[in-house]
């Protein structure tokens, strides 16, 4: 840094702007004046400034006009100063841009006080790409680890999370077409724990738990294959389950199930199944469950084969800080279609996880890019409905990323039932961020999240002007925040490699 000269004023004098040209003026030089000791300002510089050449003086004085309102009215005026603020709990994030105090987040907290009119801890993060979504989860992931909060990143699409990870001192799990890492589906998770010292009622229970999770599983990958499932495909579903895993014979430890196996109950079907499910004939079954068989078939093989169709290798660590898994791998190839389903199927996993938890055991679970899943249709779009509807429950916090509102509407036709669970879902999320965005989808966010205009326009105006500017939608407050990143966390989020090289 070059020392700086001790002058009065720090702007830039004429002199000093011409000798950037190479000219200099005649000039009588001064003394620097010192300020005084006790006082840091020499002299008070007056409304119009100093009268001197080059030191900006105003002959007239900008007019300032006085208003005089109701607090009633004042809100209306200046929208995003109503209200006393947040209470300073969670993570602190940045700044509030109106008030220059600081700005935390901490939706768990607001959940429980009463004053804020917010009654889940979902969020929703919107913003065009690069303007700082996943800057900012992970600016709160690290943040809120001192409040216990652990996070589960279900389905890094671009491994940008390994980094935060790794600087956790936890080694981030990969999934992809040639790498040794497998994910079941169909996996226990923790409800296998001491399963055999468990009474009877508790058995019960978390046998019910499993089969729900399961079948909501098999409907969602059956559907996001255009095969309906209907209560005869979830009757021979429940069946083959019950079958497998050893419950219908009452086995007290139930054997570990994949979809592969499930498929080959299907493919050649014990007598027992076929009159169960109340089939004439062998045939008969193989006609009415050839959509079910072939779908899930497509889940063996292809682009997904060797990913999700054996026993898992990855043992979580419950207690570390952080788990990540990674897709890069399968999204580079090109396929988002399997990206879906993959992300599907971690989030069924990521719910297992959730199943066993404690009291007081509190996750972050993150859905970046969410519309990937969510663009493989109706059943899709209801899994994530059904998570997001959990978090009450299980006190976890849902982050959801997305570009833009419409996102999770391109699950569907316009109209469709898809569509309108997609568009219901943004009501799922009492805290919205709304990141920088371009015209276009201003008119777009106004209509789905009742923004004024003068919201809108912040939105495509001052947030598109730095990163991490975002209007905050905390139940029906809405606030000006400038999220501020660490020098750390600036090296720990950089996603702009690609783009510097
Ligand atoms: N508040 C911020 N201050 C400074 N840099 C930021 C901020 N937010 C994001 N960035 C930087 O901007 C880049 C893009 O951010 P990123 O979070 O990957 O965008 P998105 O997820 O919205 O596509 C990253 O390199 C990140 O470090
Ligand atoms: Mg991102």
Same mark, same amino acid.
């Given at each position: ?154 389905? /890094?699409?671009? &491994? ?6 790794? $600087? +956790? *001192? ?7 077409? !040639? #790498? ?103 045939? /008969?079954?193989? &006609? ?6 072939? $779908? +899930? *078939? ?7 084969? !060797? #990913? ?126 709304? #990141? ?66």
């Amino acid at each position: 840094m070059s020392p700086r000269r001790n002058t009065t004023s720090s702007a830039r004098s004429l002199d000093e702007l011409l000798t950037d040209f190479g000219g200099q003026m005649p000039r009588k030089e001064t003394a620097a004046v010192e300020p005084p000791a006790d006082k840091l300002f020499p002299k008070v510089v007056r409304a119009r400034g100093t009268r001197h050449r080059g030191h900006g003086w105003a002959p007239t004085l900008p007019p300032l006009a006085g208003y005089q309102m109701t607090s009633e009215q004042t809100p209306v005026t200046w929208p995003l100063i109503a209200g006393d603020g947040l209470p300073p709990t969670g993570a602190p994030m940045g700044f509030n841009v109106l008030s220059g105090g600081s700005f935390y987040c901490d939706p768990m907290g607001w959940v429980n006080d009463d004053n804020i009119g917010v009654t889940n801890p979902n969020v929703f993060i919107f913003g065009k790409p690069g303007r700082g979504k996943s800057a900012l989860v992970k600016a709160f992931m690290l943040r809120m680890i001192r409040f216990g909060y652990r996070s589960l990143v279900l389905g /890094d699409v671009k &491994d940008e999370y390994e980094d935060i990870s790794r $600087a +956790l *001192g936890v080694e981030p799990y990969r999934i992809g077409p !040639g #790498l040794s890492g497998r994910i079941n589906p169909l996996d226990f998770g923790p409800l296998a724990q001491d399963w055999e010292a468990q009474d009877r009622v508790e058995c019960a229970r978390r046998g019910a738990i499993l089969f729900n999770r399961w079948l909501a599983l098999i409907r969602g990958l059956v559907g996001s294959q255009n095969v309906p499932f209907t209560p005869t495909e979830s009757r021979v579903m429940n069946r083959v389950l019950r079958d497998l895993t050893g419950w219908s014979r009452g086995q007290s430890k139930l054997t570990q199930i994949t979809i592969p196996m499930v498929w080959a109950a299907l493919d050649t079907p014990t007598d027992a199944l076929v009159t169960e499910c109340r089939y004439e004939t062998r045939q /008969d079954f193989f &006609d009415g469950t050839r959509g079910l068989r072939d $779908a +899930l *078939g497509s889940l063996c093989e292809g682009e997904l084969e !060797g #990913l999700f169709d054996t026993a898992s290798t990855f043992q979580p660590n419950w207690r570390a800080p952080i788990q990540t898994l990674s897709l890069n791998t399968l999204h580079a190839n090109g396929n988002e279609a399997a990206v879906g389903i993959a992300l599907m199927c971690l989030n069924s996993w990521g719910q297992g996880m959730r199943e066993m938890a404690e009291p007081g055991d509190r996750r972050i679970v993150l859905r970046d890019e969410a519309w990937m899943q969510t663009r493989l249709g109706v059943e899709a779009v209801k899994t994530l409905d059904s998570n997001l509807r959990m978090s009450r429950n299980d006190g976890d916090i849902q982050l959801v990323t997305y570009h833009k509102p419409s996102d999770p509407l391109s699950a569907g036709d316009q109209g469709s039932q898809a569509a309108q669970i997609a568009k219901d879902l943004l009501h799922l999320a009492d805290v919205r961020i709304l #990141l920088g965005q371009d015209d276009e989808v201003a008119a777009e966010l106004g209509h789905l999240l009742g923004l004024s205009r003068m919201q809108q326009e912040l939105v495509t105006g001052w947030a598109m002007g730095d990163k991490g500017r975002a209007l905050w939608m905390v139940g029906d407050q809405r606030y000006k925040v400038q999220t501020v990143l660490t020098p750390l966390e600036r090296r720990l989020t950089y996603t702009n490699e690609a783009i510097a090289g």
